[in-house]
């Protein structure tokens, strides 16, 4: 019996799907991750199943003394800050403070005026019965691929 090139599956048969732009003979659950180009006719009736990727950005613990050290190497007061983004000087003073939680559009401005990184991403996708975690795009479809033919 083949077996899928993603997860070893062992399958009566395999779909062709384009996974990272190579073909690869994959079990119905992998070729979620692909295009698939070809589907044996005994799938035929298969619910197809949709895979969901969902980014997830929130701001990362210590944001705030990472503000107010940038601000501070700027010489720049709170109220110079937040004038220069538009803000209240009292938002400042409340995130610099660790009180209040910039949003993602105010840590992004915060980000680009103060070079400073305060915004973390997860990538989870998630298809059928199986779950995965991208952490900050670190792994790949490729990377599975790859450490399956390592072994
Ligand atoms: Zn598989």
Do not use: W
Request: aromatic content about 4%; charged content about 35%.
């Amino acid at each position: 019996m083949p077996t899928c090139s993603i997860c070893g599956v062992l399958r009566e048969r395999l779909v062709e799907s384009i996974i990272e732009e190579s073909r690869v003979s994959v079990c119905e659950d992998c070729a979620k991750f692909g295009k698939i180009i070809s589907r044996p006719g005994v799938f035929k009736s298969s619910i197809p199943v949709k895979v969901n990727e969902e980014v997830i950005e929130y701001i990362e613990e210590g944001y705030h003394d990472r503000i107010k050290r940038a601000r501070e190497r700027k010489g720049m007061t709170q109220e110079d800050l937040a004038k220069s983004l538009a803000e209240k000087s009292s938002t400042i003073m409340n995130i610099e403070s660790g009180r209040l939680k910039p949003t993602l559009k105010l840590a992004k401005k915060l980000e680009v005026f103060l070079n400073i990184e305060i915004i973390s991403k997860d990538i989870t996708i998630t298809g059928g019965n199986k779950k995965i975690d991208f952490k900050k795009d670190n792994l790949t479809i490729g990377d599975l691929l790859r450490m399956k033919n390592d072994n």
